[in-house]
């Protein structure tokens, strides 16, 4: 989204959010409306914590990418210390974007306008034949806060955003014998989806469309079946011997919980029937992740955040981005970590690690592009969520109520 749009008043916000109905779908304004898709914008993407790349995207001095949103340009770099910064791709002298290309490596950033030049860190390095009292240190590229959790780099673009540290540290414990800050990106594909960034997610957070729209996913995973049935797979599966010592709680901060607050959530579950990896015949596809021993059956669904969930079997892991570009685009970027010293063609094949969330992204982007066509009729109206659809219907009001609060 380039265009500035004028975000709506409180009040006309809290008619719509109070004309909801619970456990049903949103109204279409939600998945419509400029000024609705602004105050998004503002209200959650500028203050929550946002994956925006894995550190192997960047393993050497000087590498770099750049994460865009919304109106907002994020430059994500290694220093000569080893260390990754996020720093708002705006000159500091006239506000012209420093850096053009969105990845490579380079020793400083040049602004192409007038040539002032930045370092790694973002601290203005050389400015040409400004006035004697000029302060330098004073106009570095501003630097947003950043945090590298296990390997996966998140940033927020708010002055003041909560502490991710804090509420991501029982997550933390348990996603350990993975190592997953020891892993590589495989493969990295965008899905864009022709639909408002709340029917992507809303999409993902359910599985009750997974019989019905991933055959090749069902065929593997329990996930699809319901509650009663999948709680009995998961007893039994739990009574198994565990010796990858991964952990069966179950963690996750309801959406009851405060707005700001980043979102986590831990579960792990048994795949379908002797199924060991998310491949299409169900056998492992690379090697044993992290401190794991073997090939235990089990699959990890992972939150962290609002809009970056993981899918961890014993020997990949797939990464899921939602990022809103305007009212009704959206990206879904999918990227598939092995170990990192896994080579490709000798320890796994490309097409054989990404055939399964290809087949199903794909899907995926199909359901949810229909989704938005039938929602922006005149004939929708919102219909009830079903049991195998709690986390929408929660996510429904989580969003009414962060929307209506200043
Ligand atoms: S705007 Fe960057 S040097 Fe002038
Ligand atoms: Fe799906």
Known sequence: MKTITPTPALEQLEKLAAAH??????????????????????????????YVGHVSQIPASG?????????????????????????????????????????????????????????????????RFMADDFEPFRFGLKRLKTHVFHGLIFINLSAEPSDFEAETAPLSTLLEPLQLERTKVAARTNYPVAANWKLALENYLECYHCSPAHPEYARIHALRLPEPQLRVLREEFRAKPNPNGLSNEHLETGYEADSDVTRIYYLRSPLSGDALSGSEDGKPLAPLLGRLVEHDGGSIDVSIGLVTYLLVYTDHAVVYRFTPRDVQTSDMEVTWLVRDDAEEGVDYELERLTWMWDVTSKADKRIINDNQAGVNSRFYEPGPFSEMESSPRDFAQWYLRTLCTP
């Open 21 to 50: 109905k619970p456990g049903y779908t949103l109204d279409n304004t939600f998945y419509q409306s400029p000024e609705v898709f602004a105050r998004d914008v503002e209200r959650i993407f500028m203050r929550t914590w946002l």
């Open 63 to 127: 590498d770099y990418f750049l994460f865009d949103i919304a109106a907002e340009s994020v430059i994500i770099v290694r220093d000569e210390d080893g260390a990754v910064h996020s720093l708002a791709n705006v000159c500091r002298h006239r506000g012209s974007r420093v850096c053009r290309e969105a990845s490579g490596n380079t020793n400083t950033f040049v602004c192409g306008y007038h040539g002032w030049v930045y370092s790694l860190n973002g601290e203005l390095r050389s400015r």
